[in-house]
């Protein structure tokens, strides 16, 4: 039986050492520009807030319960509205977009951080607690244990059936799992 390398001509002879390397430079230089901006964008921390509490401007909103004002993403404190993929969380979230569309957001920077968000109380121009008003509409839920239960008198009585998903999350009933 012949040798694989006896078959093949000189003229086509490879550096087999030096095809790997590049297929490894390749393979490797395109994931790891994948994988560091990845986890640059889950590890990103909070921009730090000048010395001041407080933060103000226009908001883009993120979902039911995070917005971000000046480049900072904010948590609305003490609530808990539904995830985007999660029954009522688009209703949540576009019903925040009305509130605060074309409008000047205060946060009340508290010294929490959730996640990668800075957790504060915001207020429309009007002095409108912005938490107060998706609770009030039924779209999210006073969150007991970072509130101390100031939002739940606005509660509407069905709000914790509707938002089944959000209350079973903070009793520790539901575990996350992606599918």
């Not at 999660?86 to 979230?93: L, S």
């Not at 010294?111 to 039924?138: F, M, N, W």
């Amino acid at each position: 039986m012949s040798n694989i390398i006896d078959i093949i001509p000189d003229t086509l002879t490879i550096d087999v050492g030096k095809m790997f390397r590049a297929l490894f430079r390749i393979f490797f230089r395109s994931t790891r520009t994948k994988i560091h901006r990845k986890r640059g964008r889950r590890q990103q921390k909070p921009k730090s807030v000048a010395s001041t509490n407080i933060l103000g401007g226009k908001c883009h909103v993120i979902d039911g319960d995070t917005i971000i004002v000046r480049g900072t993403k904010i948590r609305l404190a003490g609530i808990d509205a539904p995830e985007l993929e999660h029954p009522w969380g688009k209703k949540a979230k576009f019903t925040l977009i009305g509130l605060c569309k074309g409008r000047v957001v205060t946060a009340i920077i508290k010294d929490e951080i959730s996640y990668d968000r800075i957790v504060a109380k915001c207020y429309l121009p009007d002095g409108t607690d912005i938490a107060g008003e998706l609770v009030k509409q039924g779209l999210a839920l006073d969150w007991r244990k970072f509130s101390g239960g100031e939002y739940r008198h606005l509660e509407p009585t069905d709000a914790r059936k509707k938002l089944w998903r959000a209350a079973a999350k903070q009793q520790g009933r539901l575990r996350d799992f992606k599918s």
